[in-house]
């Protein structure tokens, strides 16, 4: 259970939907500030090549954009993610283990197609609506 359990853990975390937004908005966050470095700096170069001011204030990346890359960081690091809220609360009761297993190796249900809802009504599975067992 330990090798298994941890890696579903694992698993829940890292493709869980908050994790996938977070690095998602992380990703653009640090793209813009990467892009308004990059035009920056190639607007020094141009300025020390033609020895004039260059007017930057038309870049299509905000001053904005090294906050907006703070928030992401900040909202990322801060992640909650509720399988391990739930490890967390197994792990305060004696019986933390059986809620532990709970938790990993949840019950498999299956859903019933309208056919296998249809045909189970009379008891017999088969479909006839008679109950005896026979088509």
């Not at 996938?20 to 170069?45: K, M, N, P």
């Not at 928030?71 to 059986?98: G, I, R």
């Not at 249900?109 to 008679?130: I, K």
Request: charged share 25%; with cysteine; proline share 2%.
């Amino acid at each position: 259970m330990h090798s298994r359990g941890i890696a579903k853990i694992a698993n829940s975390i890292l493709n869980a939907t908050e994790m996938d937004e977070a690095v998602s908005v992380l990703i653009d966050a640090s793209c813009a500030v990467g892009h308004r470095g990059g035009y920056l700096e190639c607007a020094q170069h141009v300025e020390e090549a033609f020895g004039q001011q260059f007017d930057t204030h038309h870049c299509s990346v905000a001053n904005q954009a090294d906050s907006m890359l703070s928030q992401a960081e900040e909202v990322y690091e801060n992640l909650s993610f509720p399988v391990m809220e739930l490890v967390t609360e197994a792990l305060k009761h004696d019986d933390w283990c059986a809620r532990l297993r709970s938790i990993i190796d949840p019950p498999e249900t299956m859903e019933l197609t309208d056919e296998e809802e249809v045909a189970g009504r009379d008891g017999d599975g088969d479909g006839d609506g008679d109950g005896d067992g026979y088509e």
